[in-house]
Structure formats: C-alpha cells, structure tokens
C-alpha cells in the first residue's frame, strides 16, 4: 500500500511508505546479486532513500519480515587427517668412482673427509 499526499508548498506528490513495505523492499535489497538501485528503481524510489531505510534495519528501528527463502544448514564432519605414512629419505651420497672401484661416501661426509680419500686415491693411481 501507497499513500500519496501533496505539499501545499510545492505541489508535488510525497509518498508516505508504511513500515511492513519499507520493510519488504529492504529484505529484498538484501538477496544476493542484487543491488540497491535495481531494487529502488523497481519500486519507484531513489537509491538513497532505499539506503536509508537499510540503515534504520541495522539499527534496529525497521523490523525487516522472515526471509521467504528457508535457510537449510548441512551438517559438516571434520576429520583429524590420517597421519602421512613414513617417506624414505631421500640419501645422497657422494660417490669417487676409478676403474672399477666405487667409493660411496656416508651422508654428509665433510670436504675434509673428500679430499682425504681425492689424495689417497691418486696415491694408488
């Protein structure tokens, strides 16, 4: 319902909107994918007025109607994660090979270490 009266001073129409419509158009300004001027053009009105309804609803002073759509909650299961199983460790290891022979080296093995069995095999070489 609408209700129109006319100002003596300026003659134009005022619309006095009751509070179960401003109501109405705020709880629809506030579905998603839709935006105040869409809502406010549709009902004739000018996108701040609709704004400032909005703001009367948040302050509690506009009573906004249950929403029409039913809002459906689904239960959600939170699981602890399976512990990862154990990876091998990826080794490496350094390896000297002359000829025939390999030496492989123990993990993290020092330069010092290297050098020493460098020299040890050129020696034998």
Do not use: C, Y
Not at 49 to 56: A, D, F, K, Q, V
Not at 79 to 104: D, F, L
Request: aromatic fraction near 2%; charge should be positive; glycine fraction near 4%.
């Amino acid at each position: 319902m609408e209700v129109l009266t006319t100002r003596r001073s300026r003659r134009e129409a005022h619309r006095q909107w009751p509070d179960e419509m401003k109501a109405r158009i705020v709880s629809e300004s506030l579905r998603p994918g839709v935006t105040v001027n869409e809502i406010a053009e549709r009902h004739g009105l000018k996108a701040n007025h609709l704004s400032s309804w909005r703001t009367l609803a948040r302050q509690g002073k506009l009573v906004l109607p249950a929403p029409e759509d039913t809002v459906e909650f689904a239960t959600m299961v939170i699981e602890t994660p399976a512990p990862e199983p154990p990876t091998a460790k990826a080794v490496s290891r350094a390896e000297i090979v002359v000829g025939p022979v390999t030496i492989r080296l123990e993990e993290g093995a020092s330069a010092a270490r290297i050098a020493a069995i460098a020299r040890a095999l050129a020696a034998t070489i």
